[in-house]
């Protein structure tokens, strides 16, 4: 399948049939994932492969919220797979200003050492790990898999139930498994809504979309 082509038909998928996905697949899809740029090639992330039907349906109850959904998401334990996508600001570039000039460091750290407040700074961490997932979403979909990105979550609960360090961030959980059906493509904003050339330009507000 070519690149646009699994562009165009990746899909947000809820349903899942249980058939298993051969161990092959499964290491194409963490092998994109793998070779995904990254900040200064830091790679500052770590991904926990979950097959366990135990530790899914734990996985699918920590991704829950208020007050829509307060038992979680239970959909994501019928996936064979769950990937949970956890960063580390420490181990990724960090941009952050001083004197009216932007520098690039290392590690979160560089904040605590100059002082700097949140908006002085920013962590390429969440941005890192989102390009790996999108590789691993575009393998899927080449290879006939669904996939959803949820970030809707009980961040403290995952951390707990996989013993992810405290100063360790977790931003996604990812299921991945053979669509019961193939989901309808959402709306998506028109290209004047989105692109500007030359600088920004202020657009029309957008209705609220739904992935």
Request: net charge neutral.
């Amino acid at each position: 399948m070519e690149v646009y082509d699994a562009i165009q038909k990746r899909r947000s998928v809820r349903q899942y049939r249980p058939d298993k996905i051969p161990e092959g697949i499964l290491n194409k899809l963490l092998s994109a994932m793998r070779l995904a740029p990254s900040g200064g090639n830091r790679q500052p992330y770590k991904f926990i492969v979950i097959q366990s039907d135990e530790t899914k349906k734990k996985v699918a109850a920590a991704c829950r919220w208020y007050p829509a959904r307060p038992n979680g998401q239970e959909f994501i334990s019928e996936a064979p797979v769950v990937i949970v996508a956890c960063g580390s600001d420490k181990e990724a570039v960090i941009r952050y200003y001083q004197d009216d000039k932007a520098f690039l460091a290392l590690g979160e750290a560089i904040a605590d050492k100059l002082g700097l407040d949140t908006l002085a700074y920013q962590s390429l961490m969440p941005l890192d790990l989102a390009i790996a997932l999108d590789h691993l979403t575009l393998m899927a979909t080449a290879e006939g898999l669904g996939t959803c990105w949820v970030a809707a979550l009980d961040e403290r609960e995952l951390k707990q139930l996989l013993s992810v360090p405290e100063d360790w961030k977790v931003l996604a959980v990812m299921p991945i498994g053979y669509p019961i059906s193939w989901p309808q493509p959402r709306p998506r904003k028109p290209l004047d809504q989105i692109v500007c050339y030359e600088k920004y330009r202020a657009g029309v507000p957008p209705p609220n979309y739904r992935d």
